[in-house]
């Protein structure tokens, strides 16, 4: 079978289908990813056939719109300018999918910002769409909106909450997945569910239920399967600089921000090299998208690096709470100490600490050296079978197996 992978955003955002598709590959299946030019040489990397999307992430994030997001204090602040910089690139974005998608396939597997324009070409085509989110974002009583921040407001208000923020989504896709269904010849579209996807649709949820158990109130077709992990770069290889540093002494705690792209970097950098000094620990800082900088005694910063190599030689893992990343230190069976900056990342960081792997999360528009170097030490002082406990529950997990009997469905 032919299956074409959709995804946008920033390499979070990729590299769990990564590993997706070569699982898919290996049981015989044809398989294409569509993204971004930027990670065309990384999708490749893996065997997986290309279609490029425009829009480059990197560039939207460090832009004004981008940085007035990372400043943002207040969830709802937060989300207008999610919405204003999104709408900016929504139509092209919905160009690049259509054509992306009418190259030919089988089955379309979209991800949760792809999905309203996979869906309708989809239904154009008669092609079937299945989702693949990486995150819980269906309306639900047992917890918030994950952009609202981690306060539960009661089932009731939960599930308000939750269709409220559809309702802004919805905005957001309405004016580029109503071009594409006059342009495909489609009726108007009918709110059927949340940005007119219907609730009876088969979607995956590529995360543990260990982590986020699935909602009781959920219809029969969303399922939460397991995490699907980036498939590991090929023939890739430590450098020495890091290989010496890690046998230079004790484990050394981990600070990343992927693909945040901070308003400062320099006074982030240095507020990194103080909170180490301060906590008394070795610290390791990769640049990420930011450009993270540290030098001095057992300091030492490197680039892009595998995490399922790296975090489980490290003592503990500053991040900011993305998906993958949250999802990564779990597997590692390392503690964390989550930094979230925006959008999703607070609902991650506050189920690390939930899980007992994380100290409480700190705001990253508030961090200091001094409160993040008390978390560190908070963080090194969990139990170690608190993590190692989660840890073993992921690895029994096989969340690709779960979509490959979905795929056999469609034969």
């Known amino acids: 079978m032919r299956v074409l992978i959709v995804t946008a955003g920033s390499w979070g955002d990729v590299a769990p289908y990564t590993g997706l598709g070569a699982r898919l590959a290996a049981a015989g299946h044809q398989v294409s990813l569509a993204t971004h030019t930027r990670f065309a040489g990384q999708v490749a990397a893996h065997g997986l056939g290309f279609r490029p999307l425009p829009v480059d992430p990197r560039e939207e994030l460090a832009s004004a719109l981008g940085?007035?997001?990372?400043?943002?204090?207040?969830?709802?602040?937060?989300?207008?300018?999610?919405?204003?910089?999104?709408?900016?690139?929504?139509?092209?974005?919905?160009?690049?999918?259509?054509?992306?998608?009418?190259?030919?396939?089988?089955?379309?597997?979209?991800?949760?910002?792809?999905?309203?324009?996979?869906?309708?070409?989809?239904?154009?085509?008669?092609?079937?769409?299945?989702?693949?989110?990486?995150q819980p974002v269906l309306p639900t009583g047992e917890f918030p909106p994950l952009v609202t921040g981690a306060r539960s407001y009661g089932r009731p208000?939960?599930?308000?909450?939750?269709?409220?923020?559809?309702?802004?989504?919805?905005?957001?896709f309405a004016p580029a997945v109503?071009?594409?269904?006059?342009?495909?010849?489609?009726?108007?579209?009918?709110?059927?569910?949340?940005?007119?996807?219907?609730?009876?649709?088969?979607?995956?949820?590529?995360?543990?239920?260990?982590?986020?158990?699935?909602?009781?109130?959920?219809?029969?077709?969303?399922?939460?399967?397991?995490?699907?992990?980036?498939?590991?770069p090929p023939g890739w290889r430590p450098e020495p600089r890091l290989l010496d540093f890690l046998g230079a002494g004790p484990?050394?705690?981990?600070?990343?921000?992927?693909?945040f792209v901070a308003p400062d970097p320099d006074r982030l950098s240095a507020l990194l090299?103080?909170?180490?000094?301060?906590?008394?620990?070795?610290?390791?800082?990769?640049?990420?998208?930011?450009?993270?900088?540290?030098?001095?005694?057992?300091?030492?910063?490197?680039?892009?690096?595998?995490?399922?190599w790296?975090?489980?030689?490290?003592?503990?893992?500053i991040h900011h709470a993305g998906a993958g990343t949250s999802a990564a230190a779990l597997r590692a069976g390392v503690p964390a100490v989550p930094v979230p900056v925006q959008l999703d990342q607070h609902f991650w960081a506050a189920r690390l600490h939930r899980l007992g792997t994380a100290p409480r999360p700190l705001r990253h528009q508030r961090l200091t050296a001094a409160s993040l170097a008390a978390a560190i030490r908070s963080a090194l002082a969990i139990p170690p079978q608190r993590p190692r406990r989660v840890a073993a529950a992921l690895a029994a997990e096989d969340g690709a197996a779960r979509v490959l009997e979905a795929l056999s469905r469609l034969d």
């Open 273 to 308: 090299a103080r909170a180490f000094r301060l906590a008394g620990v070795r610290g390791l800082v990769q640049s990420g998208w930011t450009g993270l900088h540290v030098s001095g005694d057992d300091l030492l910063t490197i680039g892009d690096t595998p995490h399922e």
């Open 178 to 232: 109503g071009a594409l269904r006059r342009e495909l010849g489609l009726p108007a579209r009918r709110f059927t569910g949340p940005l007119g996807l219907s609730r009876d649709r088969t979607v995956l949820h590529g995360y543990s239920p260990s982590v986020v158990p699935r909602p009781a109130d959920w219809p029969g077709g969303h399922r939460v399967t397991g995490y699907w992990w980036p498939a590991p």
């Open 251 to 259: 484990p050394p705690v981990l600070a990343g921000f992927g693909s």
């Open 310 to 317: 790296l975090f489980p030689r490290t003592a503990a893992v």
């Open 67 to 134: 940085r007035s997001l990372a400043r943002a204090t207040a969830p709802p602040v937060a989300m207008a300018h999610a919405v204003r910089m999104a709408r900016t690139f929504m139509p092209r974005l919905a160009g690049g999918i259509t054509t992306a998608v009418t190259d030919g396939t089988d089955v379309v597997l979209a991800s949760t910002l792809t999905d309203p324009m996979c869906s309708a070409l989809g239904e154009a085509l008669r092609i079937p769409c299945l989702g693949v989110y990486l």
């Open 157 to 172: 208000l939960n599930r308000l909450a939750g269709y409220a923020l559809w309702a802004g989504a919805d905005r957001l």
